[in-house]
């Protein structure tokens, strides 16, 4: 068993047992994760009393300049852990797809539209998912279109589509216009 202050050690090799003690006087013990010299960071896994139950463990990442004192009970004799392979196909998907959610809810934000045409657009698109501008035009399922001021009279498009959109937007206009309550 090893011991010893190792606030200044350039080596704490992951598995290694510690117990640092906070500017706060407050004593962390647990097994390193990770340490990064450059940047002063130690992160340490521990399980605490109120954890320990649930079979739960605390991950902290701790600032080395901020400690009193870091002290190494236990050297770790293993391997340092391989890191897991990653999926680049699977990485390069995701990124895809939050780009395309991030593209799809743009084009969701009218543009020089007043506050009441975008929640009124918003309300529409609780209904409806194929809901867009133009301009300042709503258009939904490329059957209807709303035209400012936004009200029945300037609903246009297929009789079906068109009377049900009609009762959505009277019935925000009437919310609208009484307010919350």
């Known amino acids: ?15 290694t047992k510690v117990v640092c003690t906070t500017c706060f006087e407050e004593k962390i013990e647990g097994e390193v994760v990770a340490f990064d010299y450059g940047t002063k960071v130690i992160i340490i896994k521990s399980s605490s009393s109120k ?18 004192k870091l002290e190494v009970v236990e050297i770790s004799t293993k391997p340092s852990p391989s890191l897991p392979s990653l999926d680049l196909d699977k990485i390069d998907k995701k990124i895809a797809s939050a780009l395309e959610q ?29 809901v867009k501008w133009d301009g300042k035009r709503i258009i939904i399922m490329d059957e209807v279109t709303i035209d400012p001021p936004y009200d029945a009279s300037t609903c246009c498009g297929k009789t079906a589509t068109r009377e049900h959109i009609v009762k959505i937007v009277k019935k925000h206009n009437e919310e609208e216009s009484t307010g919350p309550g």
């Not at 010893?4 to 598995?15: M, V």
């Not at 954890?51 to 009193?68: C, E, S």
């Open 51 to 68: 954890n320990a139950k649930k079979n739960v463990t605390d991950i902290k990442m701790l600032n080395m300049t901020q400690m009193k």
């Open 102 to 130: 991030k593209r799809r809810a743009v084009e969701k934000i009218g543009i020089n539209v007043t506050p009441g045409a975008q929640k009124l657009f918003d309300t529409i698109n609780k209904t409806f998912n194929d």
């Open 1 to 15: 068993m090893a011991t010893g202050d190792a606030k200044d050690s350039k080596d704490i090799p992951p598995g």
